[in-house]
């Protein structure tokens, strides 16, 4: 599916704002799981120009501010962008799971659905409030997780995860909903199912990128980890490893220069911390 948006600015009888663009491209690509679209393009990557000088919606639909005039580690992520990077880190590698969602028993003013780790077994719930009036993001509805799920608490992240790393601990009873998405996690017994005891801190930084010879990863644990991590061609052909096994808390930096035979273009890097948590990244390649 391509060139779907809704502008985060509104124009005469035309929807538009943040909160509407980042609901819409998450609320989009939920869809598409729980329908078997494997691919949603959304309709362009920058704005075509500044807030207040936009003269129609279609200038107004990008996942970043414009970039034009500025350089290329100064690009600005509008709150769509936001979104959309918090719910691929959330639901990658994930499927939808049609019936752990049955088992929800969703009201009709609640909208969602469970999606599996099929290789780890675990579920994120990806929750709203259905909106109703329109030009409106405004809703509300109340959900408990079935009691034979177990959930002595449950996690919650919110749109703006990528960004704040937060995670609210929850009654699995009674939690409030909005028309934003959000995503939760069961927890059973006294231990949170993920509390970032495996995590990336922050977000994995390349430097220099676009690189020639050689770049450098670098990226924090918060604890002891193994770390691996692969590189990739546009052919999805792995196609460079690296793994380094009980890595200590703290921040660290790799250099990679296994690179340097491979032809110019894009390639991309996926960062796994002790099997379970990944980061995945883009590195663009130099013709020297």
């Known amino acids: 599916m391509t060139e779907t948006t809704i502008p985060r600015k509104s124009f005469e009888d035309f929807i538009g704002s943040d909160e509407a663009a980042r609901n819409y491209a998450m609320k989009v690509q939920i869809a598409a799981y729980q329908n078997g679209i494997r691919q949603v393009a959304l309709y362009q990557l920058a704005d075509q120009a500044i807030f207040d000088d936009a003269q129609n919606w279609l200038e107004m639909s990008g996942l970043y501010q414009q970039i034009s005039t500025v350089q290329p580690y100064e690009v600005t992520l509008n709150e769509s962008g936001i979104a959309c990077r918090t719910m691929t880190q959330m639901l990658w590698g994930r499927a939808f799971d049609p019936n752990a969602t049955d088992a929800l028993n969703l009201s009709d003013e609640v ?99 676009p690189f020639g010879e050689f770049f450098q990863l670098k990226f924090e644990l918060i604890k002891l980890n193994n ?57 663009l390649k130099m013709q020297e």
């Open 111 to 209: 909208r969602g659905g469970a999606f599996i780790d099929m290789q780890m077994g675990d579920t994120i719930y990806v929750l709203w409030a259905k909106t109703e009036m329109d030009q409106s993001e405004s809703a509300s509805a109340s959900f408990s997780f079935p009691s034979n799920l177990n959930f002595t608490t449950v996690e919650k992240r919110e749109w703006n995860h990528s960004v704040t790393d937060e995670v609210t601990i929850l009654n699995p009873d009674n939690i409030a909903l909005n028309g934003t998405p959000l995503f939760f996690k069961g927890v059973i017994g006294g231990d949170p199912v993920n509390t970032h005891e495996v995590d990336l801190t922050k977000t994995v930084l390349v430097l220099p990128n």
């Open 227 to 283: 770390v691996n991590l692969e590189i990739y061609n546009v052919q999805g052909m792995k196609i460079y490893e690296w793994s380094e096994n009980d890595m200590l808390e703290g921040e660290h930096t790799i250099l990679i220069n296994e690179l340097k035979p491979f032809s110019a273009g894009m390639y991309f890097g996926k960062l796994t911390i002790d099997g379970k948590k990944s980061q995945t990244f883009k590195l």
